[in-house]
């Protein structure tokens, strides 16, 4: 079993920026693809980047170019870097790990059995 544990969400003004991390402990030599997921009052769970045990990375078309994924491997950690960020980028932040070793948009949802809390980002001036 892996323990996943977000850190780094709050309240930060329209172009501001913000780090995210998450922590894995446990079993963590089952981890492959690690990502993060957002989720606003209202909406679904939407995918926000991912990223393979090798460093392959995806990024929802919402936060290219403002947001970098990245995971240090010998500490078990993911981060979300987040620049630029805007109004509508508000959620529940929420960490998430798949056993599977592929590039992360060779997964589905339901390919992620491990998941954080949830951290909550609020962006408002």
């Known amino acids: 079993q892996v323990h996943l544990v977000e850190f780094g969400g709050g309240l930060v003004q329209p172009g501001g920026s913000l780090r995210l991390s998450c922590a894995a402990s446990g079993s963590t030599f089952s981890l492959g693809v690690m990502a993060w997921f957002r989720q606003a009052p209202g909406n679904q769970r939407e995918l926000v980047a991912g990223i393979s045990t090798g460093g392959t990375t995806q990024l929802a078309d919402s936060v290219e170019g403002r947001f970098t994924i990245s995971r240090d491997n010998a500490k078990n950690t993911m981060y979300l870097d987040m620049n630029m960020l805007e109004p509508q980028d508000t959620a529940v932040y929420y960490c998430?790990?798949?056993?599977?070793?592929?590039?992360?948009?060779?997964?589905?949802?339901?390919?992620?059995?491990?998941w954080g809390q949830g951290t909550q980002v609020t962006v408002s001036s």
């Open positions: 998430a790990g798949s056993p599977q070793r592929t590039a992360p948009n060779r997964l589905r949802y339901s390919h992620y059995t491990y």
